[in-house]
């Protein structure tokens, strides 16, 4: 096959291309430019479009000896994943940008071009595995696994991907980059937001949001027990940063339950009132598992998976959990996963958009 | 491979290479006293000979540099800060169409050292005027490219420097495109300075020189051992600057039958490529330009994916212009045309030069067609995208 390699300049993508030419595909490498005014050196272990990542994978192809090029994406970055992730926040929901990202960008505005570019598919380093039968299941390093951050891809997306690092681990990727003369081989991990470099997204939201006061209320009570600088600071399940003045009746500490960005109010409350019995979502992606369906579900990215029972509805899905969740916010997404030996299978995803509340055991 | 990417760099001449790799074999600093020193010191001012004999200067307004960017910068800083100093004045004027090595330049002097500017705006095939030009005596340089790096352009270089000297105001021109390619000759310009680069015309890169006026005043970039008039420092590159005074001879030289011939091969280039692909638009003026170069937009392609396209077929040509990750900005030059930001990203340029065959134009018209439909494809794919 002709590929596309996605290369970040981290040691994930750099091995994924380098296996992909090894498996011998006709590899061309390409790193995305992403930030409309890019650093010109990383700053720890964020970020990864400075010039240093565009110079760092342009080694890592001139190592595996396949041609590269830059390609200029912060029109559509910019577009798709950050002003989106600004909004969702000022619709007081909670957004994955890598899994936006994913959706719009890697596998959206650079595969349709590698498509057009005649180019038959792209390749990434995602820690997932999409073997012969097309189903996308999680990595065999289940603390490195990406498959949640990709469950949004559609079947006609992930017929033109490919993940060649899904059956190793981290640790096994690392090794071969040193073997193979990558000099990424002991670069940093990228964690958190690439597009906001010092890692403060409460300053970054204020930054494009501006600072919006309203209310903190106790949901039993009603009462109005504090202010806050603006609503997109807060995530449902969070707990430092209320600085409420007055305790709660009962002593305990409270927990963010809700945000309703008509009224630009924060609601608060008890940790128990945070469990959820029943979670919605919206744009569902399912690949064909007849419903209802027992299976496992993901309500954000890193986090343990619940039992639960999912339906197809008309316009999304709905899982009734076994046990209850803490802390579910709207816009992460839910994803459904089977059990397999070789790899818990995607069943399907979807954007949650409301969840209910638990019964509390009598 | 076909390299039609010659304006960017061509190969060395077989000459240049062998008086390179012979001068670099001997030892000596062309500023030591002994008997080394001495041997180096005269084939570096052998070399100032030929070079000023070539190109229609004196010696001793030879001045060996790095190559274009470091000339350009000394011509226009230089003189800028030297002018400055004598008679207070402020103003740099340049083109609209510079290559980077003035441009940014002339910007960093309005940025950091309070110089007003003023930008010569070009026509729609990339000239500068000179009836449309108006200076008062507050200029302190001015400099027009004698041709221009991307659309080829010609600049009417004479009529520029007669007015320029008419109000006693140093013009500077980059040369390096139009040396050994159309005929360059310095004292007939009339120009104050004139840049040259070796790796353009066959020598290695990392030479070039500043023809500057034995009148004319510049404030040295480089501070040091008081080499090249005291106004370039720095240990003398024999080797560089040896094989550079072999390739300048060659060049300038054999201009005229290179003017032919490859300007004929680019004719067939222009005529051909506008067969297989209808629509493609010839960039820059129809006639005045140089004779290696052609440039091209192709409505509803972006350039990079043109150029990727093309790559992977063995054809090496250039968008243009780039930056330092790499990624493609719309052309200044094809912006100051007038050229809508679409159509200066649907651009690319085709420079032939003394290596370049039929069987180049021939790879690139069978390639071609093909890419263009492909890049098109993906062009119709990004404006459904954005809704453009």
Known sequence: MKVLAAMSGGVDSAVAAARAAEAGHDVTGVHLALARNPQTYRTGARGCCTLEDSRDARRAADVIGIPFYVWDM??????????????????????????????????????????????????????????????????????????????????????????????????????????????????PDSHDICFIADGDTRGFLDRQLGARPGPIVDAATGEVLGEHGGAHGFTVGQRRGLDLRRPAADGRPRYVLSITPVTNTVTVGPAEALDVGRVHGARPIWHGEPTPVECAVQLRAHGETFPATVRRTDDGLTAELHRPARGIAAGQAIVAYRADEAGDIVLGSATITATDRAVAAA | MAYLDHAATTSMLPEALDAYVTTARVVGNASSLHAAGRDARRLVEESRERVAAAVGARPSEVIFTSGGTESDNLAVKGIFWARRAAGGRTRVVASSVEHHAVLDAVQWLADHEGADVTWLPVDGAGRVVPDEIDLDDDVAVLSVMWANNEVGALQRIGELAAYAAGRGIPMHTDAVQAAGQVPVNF?????????????????????????????????????????????????????????????????????????????????????????VVPDAILNGPPGDRLPGNAHFSFPGCEGDALLLLLDAQGIACSTGSACSAGVAQ??????????????ARSSLRFTLGHTSTRADVDALVAALPGAVERARRAGAVKAARTGT
Do not use: W
């Not at chain 1, 595995?129 to 992930?158: F, H, I, P």
């Open chain 2, 330 to 343: 719309p052309s200044h030059v094809l912006l100051a045309m007038g050229a809508d930001p679409d159509r």
């Open chain 1, 74 to 187: 912060a029109d559509e970055f910019h577009e798709d994943v950050v002003d989106d992730f600004v909004a969702e926040y000022a619709a007081g929901r909670t957004p994955n940008p890598c899994l936006r990202c994913n959706e719009k960008i890697k596998f959206a505005a650079v595969l349709d071009r590698a498509m057009a570019l005649g180019f038959d598919a792209v390749v990434t380093g995602h820690h997932a595995r999409l073997g012969a039968d097309g189903l996308l299941r999680r990595s065999v390093d289940l603390a490195k696994d990406q498959s949640y951050v990709l469950a949004v891809l559609r079947e006609d997306q992930l017929r033109h991907a490919v993940f060649p690092l899904g059956d190793s681990t981290k640790e096994q990727v690392r090794a071969e980059a040193a073997v193979r003369g990558l000099a990424v081989a002991d670069k």
């Open chain 2, 187 to 275: 004292a007939a310009a009339g120009v104050a300075a004139l840049t040259l680069s070796g790796h353009k015309l066959g020598g290695p890169v990392g030479v070039g020189a500043l023809l500057l006026g034995r009148d004319v005043a510049s404030t040295p970039l480089l501070h040091g051992g008081g080499q090249e008039r005291d106004v370039r420092s720095g240990t003398l590159d024999v080797p560089g600057i040896v094989a550079f005074a072999t390739a300048v001879e060659h060049a300038f030289k054999h201009q005229q039958e290179y003017a032919v011939r490859v300007g004929t091969l680019r004719d067939e280039l222009i005529r051909r490529v506008c067969e």
